[in-house]
């Protein structure tokens, strides 16, 4: 089919339809090197008619010999007719979906014929299904073959059937192609988790010689080695469980093998069939000790993980074991600052009471002197004049009469201070005052609308 372009066909086709019936749609759209438009028909074909269909040339035919078919396309939509030549299972398409390594014989569906057919399906990049039907009167395998993708896989492509037709045909050749590609493709899925092992084992420095120096353990990305570990244990199941499907499916085809297996009238025949046989039996043996060594590997590449594994998460209790042991010996030191600090603070709090006392001494010695001092001053004033005092005592007696009650006075008014409880006193009445304040409030808020409660 050739690229069309953004060319419209002028007619009006409906849309292509799957048939129930053995008949089946067929469209057919053509441009012509002198023409502009693509021209496009629609018709429905019967069973009778098909092969006349299937048998035109690729040039269309036409009344203009001038009319020269460019490029075109033509299809047919249809299963029921398929299905009943190829003798396929009635789970054919359902199976397609199917993620999983399938195979199993069945009897052709409207087949007269003594044939034996069996079902594969792969799973590969490039997903197939294939049925095929032997008949071994012609010694002809018919088949079919579902891709998921636009290329064949190598088991048909380049040379490989070509050269072994040469030798021997057999039914089983084609399947066990295909099932060798999908052996083939797990264990490169193997290969490469055994390999991204083998530098987790490098870069933790698990191995026996120490032949070079190795860094700190502690200082990987244990996150990111067990998001790798996880991947590698998905893709090393995956491929058991795969290998094991494929073991499964190795079993149907042996079984079919030997269903296959009769005397021929003709010895040359005989020989041929023999040799063929042989060479069936072997590939078959292959197969099963390959899929058999692809499970031992990927049990080995899960034990290996499981134990890489046990070591990360060893490293990372090891890692938090450290990292408590630096948060212990950070407290350590901070407990052994405040200590200091607090005998600091001790020291501080008795140089403080000290000077506190020396304060205190200096304020009783002031509060005897002062008021004496504060007398001696005023007598001492001009003020007072002694040359006319005519009282039977003398100035010193006066002196000692004033200051000693004076004296006497500071001191009761110091311990009144001192002593008594006078901020107590002040807060129960600042206190008395503020809930005597709430009290109005609450009684004016009432006054105005307020509900009162209770």
Same mark, same amino acid.
């Given at each position: 089919?050739?690229?069309?372009?953004?060319?419209?066909?002028? &007619?009006?086709?409906?849309?292509?339809?799957?048939?129930?019936?053995?008949?089946?749609?067929?469209?057919?759209?053509?441009?012509?090197?002198?023409?502009?438009?693509?021209?496009?028909?629609?018709?429905?074909?019967?069973?009778?008619?098909?092969? =006349?269909?299937?048998?035109?040339?690729?040039?269309?035919p036409?009344?203009?010999?001038?009319?020269?078919?460019?490029?075109? #396309?033509?299809?047919?939509?249809?299963?029921?007719? %398929?299905?009943?030549?190829?003798? #396929?299972h009635?789970?054919?398409?359902? $199976?397609? !979906?199917?993620? +999983?390594?399938?195979?199993?014989?069945?009897?052709?569906?409207?087949?007269?014929?003594?044939?034996?057919?069996?079902?594969? @399906?792969?799973?590969?990049?490039?997903?197939?299904?294939?049925s095929? +039907?032997?008949?071994?009167?012609?010694? %002809?395998?018919?088949?079919?073959?579902?891709?998921?993708?636009?290329?064949?896989?190598?088991?048909?492509?380049?040379?490989?059937?070509?050269?072994?037709?040469?030798?021997?045909?057999?039914?089983?050749?084609?399947?066990?192609?295909?099932?060798?590609?999908?052996?083939?493709?797990?264990?490169?899925?193997?290969?490469?988790? %055994? !390999?991204?092992?083998?530098?987790?084992?490098?870069?933790?420095?698990?191995?026996?010689?120490?032949?070079?120096?190795?860094?700190?353990?502690?200082?990987?990305?244990?996150?990111?080695?067990?998001?790798? *570990?996880n991947? @590698?244990?998905?893709?090393?199941?995956?491929?058991?469980?795969?290998?094991?499907?494929?073991?499964?499916?190795?079993?149907?085809?042996?079984?079919?093998?030997?269903?296959?297996?009769?005397?021929?009238?003709?010895?040359?025949?005989?020989?041929?069939s023999?040799?063929?046989?042989?060479?069936?039996?072997?590939?078959l043996?292959?197969?099963? $000790?390959? +899929?058999?060594?692809g499970?031992?590997?990927?049990?080995?590449?899960?034990?290996?993980?499981? !134990?890489?594994?046990?070591?990360?998460?060893?490293?990372?209790?090891?890692?938090?074991?450290r990292?408590? %042991?630096?948060? &212990?010996?950070?407290?350590?030191?901070?407990?052994?600052?405040?200590? =200091?600090?607090?005998?600091?603070?001790?020291?501080?709090?008795?140089?403080?009471?000290?000077?506190?006392?020396?304060?205190k001494?200096?304020?009783?010695?002031t509060?005897? @002197? *002062?008021?004496?001092?504060?007398?001696?001053?005023?007598?001492?004033?001009?003020?007072?004049e002694?040359?006319?005092?005519?009282?039977?005592?003398?100035?010193?007696?006066?002196?000692?009469?004033?200051? *000693?009650?004076?004296?006497?006075?500071?001191?009761?008014?110091?311990?009144?201070?001192?002593?008594?409880?006078?901020?107590?006193?002040?807060?129960?009445?600042?206190?008395?005052?503020?809930?005597?304040? $709430?009290?109005?409030?609450?009684?004016? *808020? =009432?006054?105005?609308?307020?509900?009162?409660?209770?």
């Open positions: 089919m050739s690229h069309m372009g953004n060319q419209q066909p002028n &007619a009006t086709v409906q849309p292509a339809r799957f048939s129930t019936e053995t008949d089946c749609t067929a469209v057919e759209c053509f441009k012509y090197e002198d023409e502009e438009d693509v021209e496009m028909t629609e018709a429905t074909l019967s069973e009778a008619s098909l092969p =006349d269909w299937l048998s035109k040339t690729k040039s269309r036409s009344t203009q010999p001038s009319r020269r078919v460019k490029h075109g #396309l033509r299809i047919i939509v249809a299963f029921d007719l %398929i299905q009943k030549h190829f003798g #396929l009635e789970l054919f398409m359902a $199976n397609l !979906i199917l993620p +999983i390594t399938l195979a199993f014989t069945y009897s052709p569906v409207g087949r007269t014929e003594s044939r034996s057919g069996a079902v594969l @399906f792969v799973n590969l990049d490039h997903f197939g299904q294939i095929l +039907i032997h008949d071994p009167d012609t010694k %002809i395998t018919y088949g079919l073959l579902v891709l998921g993708s636009m290329h064949l896989p190598s088991a048909i492509a380049g040379d490989f059937l070509r050269s072994q037709l040469k030798v021997y045909s057999h039914p089983l050749l084609l399947l066990i192609r295909v099932l060798d590609q999908e052996i083939n493709l797990r264990f490169s899925n193997m290969a490469l988790v %055994i !390999i991204e092992i083998d530098k987790i084992q490098y870069v933790t420095g698990q191995y026996q010689k120490n032949s070079r120096s190795i860094t700190d353990v502690l200082l990987l990305d244990f996150t990111e080695i067990t998001r790798s *570990l991947f @590698f244990a998905e893709t090393s199941a995956s491929a058991i469980f795969r290998l094991k499907r494929c073991s499964l499916a190795l079993s149907i085809f042996e079984t079919w093998n030997a269903s296959l297996s009769r005397p021929d009238s003709v010895d040359q025949d005989k020989d041929k023999s040799e063929g046989q042989t060479g069936i039996l072997e590939k043996e292959y197969v099963r $000790n390959t +899929i058999n060594g499970i031992s590997i990927g049990e080995l590449a899960e034990k290996r993980i499981e !134990i890489y594994r046990q070591l990360i998460y060893q490293l990372m209790a090891q890692k938090d074991s990292a408590n %042991i630096e948060l &212990a010996k950070s407290s350590a030191a901070i407990a052994k600052a405040a200590k =200091d600090d607090s005998a600091v603070m001790r020291q501080i709090a008795l140089e403080t009471k000290r000077d506190s006392s020396a304060m001494t200096i304020a009783m010695l509060m005897v @002197f *002062l008021p004496a001092t504060s007398i001696a001053a005023i007598f001492a004033m001009p003020v007072i002694w040359d006319s005092w005519d009282s039977k005592l003398t100035g010193l007696s006066l002196y000692w009469v004033v200051t *000693l009650p004076l004296t006497l006075v500071v001191f009761m008014i110091w311990g009144g201070a001192t002593v008594l409880p006078w901020r107590s006193w002040l807060a129960k009445k600042k206190g008395g005052n503020k809930t005597k304040q $709430n009290d109005e409030e609450m009684d004016e *808020l =009432d006054g105005n609308g307020r509900v009162p409660v209770g």
